[in-house]
């Protein structure tokens, strides 16, 4: 015995010995995994972002600092759990109320912290205080009414404040008035009346100030008086209610970058309130209801200091007269704009003062006239644009001594005609005169431009061309005569060398020969578009002389929108330098090879919107240099199988909503290609897979890969899916499982038959009798027809049913079955005095056909289940199926009850609603054939 305890306490103490070799071994282990874990984490680089979401917030985390953004989390106060080493808070967009002194205590690293769209209404003095490194604050979108003085007394490293779209009626700078380093404040959206800097004196750096869409009505004379040693860069008081801008009230500042005075109430512009040591980059009064321009009465010139304006907005007002001298004194102002405003006519002395203006603006007024020299002291001015006015008579008088201008924009006016005066603005380069009234371009009218480089004309009346037209012009390198009514053209363009770029579109062009471009050698664009024009317009039979003859330059030819089908070979044969041409939707039904044989630097073809449906092998030959082909909606069938054998650039091929179904095997694409084939009748069948297993294999961008869809004659499992799904070797390869399948399947069958033949008589008898099974008896039918009964129709419901069969069984029913003149329609229909179980006997009797309405609520009334108890009892007493249900709704199987499914278990009919409208019409259709009559029945429902 002793033995044995020995032997059991060895075994004991070994057992135990290597569990503790285990647990040691297991130690050592995870030692070492922590290790490895710690040197992976110090040898990671210093800066590596590390993105976490912990609840709601999402962390950017580095080896310094953490970036936490915690917007639209429906927070209701500053989590508390968040790490002291965040810089950005972003509280953003959340349910906070209330600041309470300890939010931030633990955040001290702060150095932006958003707390916009919220709900905050109160601070604590001391919220903000632990936030010394705080840079960037936001609480706009809030509900602030008021701050606590010396709310940021301790934020001095602030630089930009947001309290916009808050409550303020005044500017809370009791708070902020302490942040020297404030660069910004934005009050923007409040209720602020009125202002006044005057206490913050400790404003250093502040460059932007933004009060607008406040209810500020003036401007104090000295507010910005603490402001001057700074250089602003926004001042916005836009969106407010100020009517007048007093004398001075910038004088205090000296260098403004942009003055935003917009959409406010000022009706009168007095030049003087903008006099003194000022520097305004931009001074804008757009849409302020200004309706009078008071000039700086010259007199006492000399007595106020002149400001450095350089650009005035002034648009969008209700300014009528433009007075002599309006703008004096803005002697540095550069850009001046007027548009949008009613003025009716201008002096020659208006703008006189804008000695350095170059650029001004008068259009959308309703000037109708321009005097003599009506610019003559505006000698710098390049710009000048007048365009949507009522000017019905161009002078080029109107600008002498323009010495300078360039551009000169006199578009959407009402110009009939010129007087015949000489330009004096030979340094001018641009020209617009279009969309006017001109039915014509006299000689002469051009007189003096001869420095003149674009010249556009279109959207006028004119009818042709003089050849002598632009003769005036020598230098002249765009024109643009678009739109015009008809434009007979006899060789006017033909020996404008230097002209680059031509547009005609829109013309209804009348070309009298091929020689009207000869001389322009210059040409690289010309827009012919939509002219009508034909093969025989472009290419002479007779001569085999091309329109585009000596255009060796040209590099944009478009042509779209003409009659060009038939076009000769030779109609391009001269454009080796053409990168860009289109012929789309131009009624084109065949490409002769050879067309564009010699251009050979074409880089884009536009084909789209043509009938070309079986283009030639050849029909792109010469084509070594194109990138782009644009070839949608030309009804093209099928593509030869080397079409794009001359196309080895070819980078981009557009051929959607054509009628491909099958690109035969063999056809050669470029190897590296965007393909759009969306919109196509894609027939994605084996006889296709070789050219998806290319598109797989090759460098192919399927372009709009969710629009290419197999079509109805693709296998029946991709029809309408996307091209890509089809999967040849799923569809199209040797099928062993089916191979097995049938050769075991004629197997089986062989093996039946002989089985069948031996025990024929066997298998007659069991046929016999399945016969019986399924076909059963012939059915009898009563010989009384719906008529025979004093009603037509008795619908049992419950309580709870009632507004359904009110609402949408009775009036279909009525509508449906209009022969049925009494139908028993619940309770309320019962024979009066008798009792209730009698009573539905009584309708049971005498009724062609009774309806149970079926729902989940009926079959839990015990009164309703009495009716279904009392229906089957007569079922069994006259032996007819009188008697249907109507499901309402989807009612589990196992709350049916007992009866219900004793009911269907016997074939009796039942009938399901359906929302679905189609299914509906299958509903009524079902029901007025069970209604056709009832059928006798020889077995009996238990109840």
């Given at each position: 015995?002793?033995?044995?305890?020995?032997?059991?306490?060895?075994?004991?103490?070994?057992?135990?010995?290597?569990?503790?070799s285990?647990?040691?071994?297991?130690?050592?282990?995870?030692?070492?995994?922590?290790?490895?874990?710690?040197?992976?984490?110090?040898?990671?680089?210093?800066?590596?972002?590390?993105?976490?979401?912990?609840?709601?917030?999402?962390?950017?985390?580095?080896?310094?600092?953490?970036?936490?953004?915690?917007?639209?989390?429906?927070?209701?106060?500053?989590?508390?759990?968040?790490?002291?080493?965040?810089?950005?808070?972003?509280?953003?967009?959340?349910?906070?109320?209330?600041?309470?002194?300890?939010?931030?205590?633990?955040?001290?690293?702060?150095?932006?912290?958003?707390?916009?769209?919220?709900?905050?209404?109160?601070?604590?003095?001391?919220?903000?205080?632990?936030?010394?490194?705080?840079?960037?604050?936001?609480?706009?979108?809030?509900?602030?009414?008021?701050?606590h003085?010396?709310?940021?007394?301790?934020?001095?490293?602030?630089?930009?404040?947001?309290?916009?779209?808050?409550?303020?009626?005044?500017?809370?700078?009791?708070?902020?008035?302490?942040?020297?380093?404030?660069?910004?404040?934005?009050?923007m959206?409040?209720?602020?009346?009125?202002?006044?800097?005057?206490?913050?004196?400790?404003?250093?750096?502040?460059?932007?100030?933004?009060?607008?869409?406040?209810?500020?009505?003036?401007?104090p004379?000295?507010?910005?008086?603490?402001?001057?040693?700074?250089?602003?860069?926004?001042?916005d008081?836009?969106?407010?209610?100020?009517?007048?801008?007093?004398?001075?009230?910038?004088?205090?500042?000296?260098?403004?970058?942009?003055?935003?005075?917009?959409?406010?109430?000022?009706?009168?512009?007095?030049?003087?309130?903008?006099?003194?040591?000022?520097?305004?980059?931009?001074?804008?009064?757009?849409g302020?209801?200004?309706?009078?321009?008071?000039?700086?009465?010259?007199?006492?010139?000399?007595?106020?200091?002149?400001?450095?304006?350089?650009?005035?907005?002034?648009?969008?007002?209700?300014?009528?007269?433009?007075?002599?001298?309006?703008?004096?004194?803005?002697?540095?102002?550069?850009?001046?704009s007027?548009?949008?405003?009613?003025?009716?006519?201008?002096?020659?002395?208006?703008?006189?003062?804008?000695?350095?203006?170059?650029?001004?603006?008068?259009?959308?007024?309703?000037?109708?006239?321009?005097?003599?020299?009506?610019?003559?002291?505006?000698?710098?001015?390049?710009?000048?644009?007048?365009?949507h006015?009522e000017?019905?008579?161009?002078?080029?008088?109107?600008?002498?001594?323009?010495?300078?201008?360039?551009?000169?924009?006199?578009?959407?006016?009402?110009?009939?005609?010129?007087?015949?005066?000489?330009?004096?603005?030979?340094?001018?380069?641009?020209?617009?005169?279009?969309?006017?009234?001109?039915?014509?371009?006299?000689?002469?009218?051009?007189?003096?431009?001869?420095?003149?480089?674009?010249?556009?004309?279109?959207?006028?009346?004119?009818?042709?061309?003089?050849?002598?037209?632009?003769?005036?012009?020598?230098?002249?390198?765009?024109?643009?005569?678009?739109?015009?009514?008809?434009?007979?053209?006899?060789?006017?363009?033909?020996?404008m060398?230097?002209?680059?770029?031509?547009?005609?579109s829109?013309?209804k062009?009348?070309?009298?020969?091929?020689?009207q471009?000869?001389?322009?050698?210059?040409?690289?664009?010309?827009?012919?578009?939509?002219?009508?024009?034909?093969?025989?317009?472009?290419?002479?039979?007779?001569?085999n002389?091309?329109?585009?003859?000596?255009?060796?330059?040209?590099?944009?030819?478009?042509?779209?929108?003409?009659?060009?089908?038939?076009?000769?070979?030779?109609?391009?044969?001269?454009?080796?330098?053409?990168?860009?041409?289109?012929?789309?939707?131009?009624e084109?039904?065949?490409?002769?090879?050879g067309?564009?044989?010699?251009?050979?630097?074409?880089?884009?073809?536009?084909?789209?919107?043509?009938?070309?449906?079986?283009?030639?092998?050849?029909?792109?030959?010469g084509?070594?240099?194109?990138?782009?082909?644009?070839?949608?909606?030309?009804?093209?069938?099928?593509?030869?199988l080397?079409?794009f054998?001359?196309?080895p650039?070819?980078f981009?091929?557009?051929?959607?909503?054509?009628?491909?179904?099958?690109?035969?095997?063999?056809?050669?694409?470029?190897?590296?290609?965007?393909?759009?084939?969306?919109?196509?009748?894609?027939?994605?069948?084996?006889?296709?897979?070789?050219?998806?297993?290319w598109?797989?294999?090759?460098?192919?961008v399927?372009?709009?890969?969710?629009?290419?869809?197999?079509?109805?004659?693709?296998?029946?499992?991709?029809?309408?899916?996307?091209?890509?799904?089809?999967?040849?070797?799923?569809?199209?390869?040797l099928?062993?499982?089916?191979?097995?399948?049938?050769?075991?399947?004629?197997?089986?069958?062989?093996?039946?038959?002989?089985v069948?033949?031996?025990?024929?008589?066997?298998?007659?008898?069991?046929l016999?009798?399945?016969?019986l099974?399924?076909?059963?008896?012939?059915?009898?039918?009563?010989?009384?027809?719906?008529?025979?009964?004093?009603?037509q129709?008795n619908?049992?419901?419950?309580?709870?049913?009632?507004?359904?069969?009110?609402?949408?069984?009775?009036?279909a029913?009525?509508?449906?079955?209009?022969?049925?003149?009494?139908?028993?329609?619940?309770?309320?229909?019962?024979?009066?005095?008798?009792y209730?179980?009698?009573?539905?006997?009584?309708?049971?009797?005498?009724?062609f056909k009774?309806?149970?309405?079926?729902?989940?609520?009926?079959?839990?009334?015990?009164?309703?289940?009495?009716?279904?108890?009392?229906?089957?009892?007569?079922?069994?007493?006259?032996?007819?199926?009188?008697?249907?249900?109507?499901?309402?709704?989807d009612?589990?199987?196992?709350?049916?009850?007992?009866?219900?499914?004793?009911?269907?278990?016997?074939?009796?009919?039942?009938?399901?609603?359906?929302?679905?409208?189609?299914?509906?019409d299958?509903?009524?259709a079902?029901?007025?054939?069970?209604?056709?009559?009832?059928?006798?029945?020889?077995?009996?429902?238990?109840v």
């Amino acid at each position: 015995m002793h033995g044995v305890t020995r032997d059991h306490f060895e075994g004991t103490m070994t057992a135990i010995r290597m569990h503790s070799s285990i647990c040691a071994l297991c130690c050592i282990l995870l030692m070492l995994w922590v290790v490895f874990l710690l040197s992976m984490s110090a040898a990671s680089p210093p800066n590596q972002t590390m993105s976490l979401q912990r609840n709601c917030c999402s962390y950017e985390e580095t080896s310094r600092s953490i970036k936490v953004y915690c917007n639209h989390c429906h927070l209701k106060s500053v989590p508390q759990d968040l790490p002291n080493r965040t810089i950005t808070l972003d509280l953003s967009y959340n349910l906070i109320t209330q600041l309470q002194n300890n939010s931030f205590a633990h955040l001290w690293n702060l150095i932006t912290l958003n707390l916009g769209k919220n709900a905050i209404f109160y601070i604590e003095n001391a919220a903000f205080t632990p936030l010394i490194y705080l840079k960037i604050l936001s609480l706009s979108g809030n509900k602030l009414a008021q701050v606590h003085p010396g709310l940021l007394r301790s934020n001095k490293n602030l630089y930009r404040v947001d309290l916009g779209s808050n409550l303020f009626t005044s500017v809370p700078l009791t708070a902020i008035k302490d942040l020297s380093k404030l660069k910004a404040i934005i009050l923007m959206k409040n209720s602020i009346q009125s202002f006044d800097f005057q206490s913050v004196s400790g404003w250093k750096r502040i460059s932007e100030i933004n009060l607008s869409r406040n209810d500020i009505k003036s401007i104090p004379h000295h507010a910005f008086f603490p402001l001057q040693n700074n250089s602003m860069h926004v001042l916005d008081l836009s969106y407010n209610k100020i009517t007048v801008v007093t004398t001075g009230v910038f004088s205090d500042l000296a260098t403004v970058n942009f003055v935003y005075f917009d959409v406010n109430h000022i009706n009168k512009f007095e030049v003087l309130a903008f006099m003194g040591n000022l520097k305004i980059k931009k001074l804008s009064l757009y849409g302020t209801l200004l309706q009078e321009i008071i000039p700086l009465n010259r007199s006492v010139h000399d007595e106020v200091a002149i400001p450095h304006i350089l650009k005035i907005e002034l648009s969008g007002n209700r300014i009528v007269d433009i007075p002599h001298y309006a703008f004096w004194g803005f002697y540095h102002t550069v850009s001046l704009s007027i548009q949008k405003n009613r003025i009716t006519n201008i002096a020659n002395t208006s703008f006189c003062g804008l000695h350095s203006l170059q650029s001004l603006d008068i259009s959308e007024n309703h000037i109708s006239s321009l005097p003599l020299g009506s610019f003559h002291c505006n000698e710098n001015l390049l710009n000048l644009k007048i365009s949507h006015n009522e000017i019905i008579m161009l002078d080029p008088g109107s600008f002498m001594q323009l010495s300078k201008i360039q551009h000169l924009d006199l578009s959407n006016n009402l110009i009939l005609s010129f007087t015949y005066r000489t330009w004096t603005t030979e340094t001018l380069l641009t020209l617009d005169i279009s969309f006017n009234s001109l039915d014509k371009l006299p000689n002469g009218v051009l007189w003096g431009l001869q420095n003149l480089k674009v010249l556009i004309v279109s959207h006028n009346k004119i009818g042709g061309y003089s050849p002598f037209a632009f003769t005036q012009t020598p230098h002249l390198q765009e024109l643009y005569l678009t739109s015009e009514v008809a434009s007979l053209l006899s060789e006017v363009f033909r020996d404008m060398t230097n002209l680059k770029i031509l547009d005609l579109s829109y013309t209804k062009l009348t070309l009298n020969s091929t020689y009207q471009f000869t001389g322009a050698v210059s040409l690289q664009e010309l827009s012919l578009s939509f002219n009508n024009l034909d093969s025989k317009s472009l290419f002479d039979y007779k001569t085999n002389h091309s329109l585009f003859a000596g255009q060796a330059v040209l590099q944009g030819l478009y042509l779209r929108g003409n009659s060009l089908n038939n076009l000769e070979p030779g109609t391009f044969s001269s454009q080796g330098n053409l990168s860009s041409l289109d012929l789309s939707d131009s009624e084109i039904n065949i490409l002769k090879p050879g067309l564009f044989q010699n251009l050979t630097s074409l880089t884009t073809l536009y084909l789209r919107g043509n009938q070309i449906q079986e283009p030639s092998a050849h029909a792109l030959y010469g084509l070594h240099s194109l990138k782009t082909l644009f070839f949608e909606k030309s009804s093209v069938r099928s593509l030869p199988l080397t079409l794009f054998n001359d196309t080895p650039n070819l980078f981009k091929l557009f051929l959607s909503e054509n009628h491909l179904s099958t690109i035969f095997s063999g056809t050669l694409f470029p190897t590296t290609i965007h393909l759009d084939l969306s919109q196509n009748p894609l027939s994605c069948t084996c006889d296709l897979a070789w050219f998806r297993n290319w598109v797989e294999l090759s460098n192919v961008v399927l372009m709009q890969q969710n629009n290419t869809i197999c079509s109805r004659s693709s296998f029946e499992t991709l029809v309408n899916h996307p091209f890509l799904l089809f999967n040849p070797e799923e569809f199209c390869s040797l099928n062993v499982t089916l191979i097995v399948s049938v050769s075991l399947a004629l197997v089986i069958v062989g093996y039946v038959a002989i089985v069948v033949y031996y025990r024929r008589w066997w298998v007659r008898f069991r046929l016999y009798l399945l016969k019986l099974a399924i076909v059963g008896y012939e059915e009898v039918e009563d010989n009384q027809q719906p008529e025979d009964y004093r009603h037509q129709l008795n619908v049992m419901f419950s309580d709870g049913d009632e507004d359904w069969v009110n609402n949408v069984m009775r009036p279909a029913m009525e509508e449906r079955f209009p022969q049925f003149q009494s139908i028993l329609w619940g309770d309320d229909y019962l024979h009066i005095g008798m009792y209730l179980v009698d009573a539905i006997h009584h309708a049971l009797e005498n009724s062609f056909k009774t309806a149970l309405v079926i729902s989940n609520e009926s079959v839990e009334e015990q009164w309703f289940m009495t009716k279904i108890r009392l229906a089957l009892e007569h079922i069994n007493e006259t032996k007819l199926d009188k008697v249907i249900l109507i499901f309402k709704e989807d009612v589990e199987d196992d709350q049916l009850p007992y009866l219900v499914r004793l009911f269907l278990s016997a074939n009796r009919p039942y009938f399901k609603w359906e929302e679905d409208e189609y299914r509906q019409d299958l509903f009524w259709a079902k029901l007025e054939k069970n209604f056709r009559s009832n059928k006798v029945i020889n077995n009996a429902i238990p109840v």
